[in-house]
């Protein structure tokens, strides 16, 4: 599977970034999610979309961070605002293996295929 990620960098507090993720075309139709991992702690879910455009966010980012993707560009897309030092991550683009129950999931174990990773930084 191919990835490329973009869009990471530093920010204030309050400050917004969007995240971008292209994604071989084969996978786009597969569950496709945002993962952070912030140094010392476990890689945990951020956001994801099925297929059918179902979509789950973790409860940290509710109402912050806003999931898309663009079929024509084979693009994820992770749009995030109000940021808050506690958003300061390796973020991680990743799609499921095949296609299944995976709508709404935010687990780490049900994702195969991972990005190299993005960092963002978010200062005080």
């Known amino acids: 599977v191919h990835f490329v990620e973009s869009g990471g960098g530093s920010v204030e507090a309050g400050g917004s970034l969007t995240l971008s993720c292209e994604i071989s075309?084969?996978?786009?139709?597969?569950?496709m999610g945002w993962f952070r991992q912030a140094p010392g702690k476990e890689r945990e879910g951020v956001a994801s979309?099925?297929?059918?455009?179902?979509?789950a966010f973790a409860d940290s980012v509710r109402d912050r961070f806003t999931i898309s993707k663009d079929n024509e560009k084979n693009t994820l897309y992770l749009q995030m605002k109000r940021l808050k030092p506690e958003d300061t991550a390796m973020y991680y683009c990743?799609?499921?293996?095949?296609?299944?129950?995976?709508?709404?999931?935010?687990?780490?174990?049900?994702?195969?295929?991972w990005g190299q990773g993005i960092q963002v930084t978010v200062s005080s």
């Open positions: 979309i099925d297929f059918d455009r179902t979509i």
């Open positions: 990743a799609v499921v293996q095949a296609r299944g129950p995976y709508g709404g999931s935010l687990d780490v174990g049900d994702f195969y295929y």
């Open positions: 075309e084969y996978y786009f139709e597969y569950t």
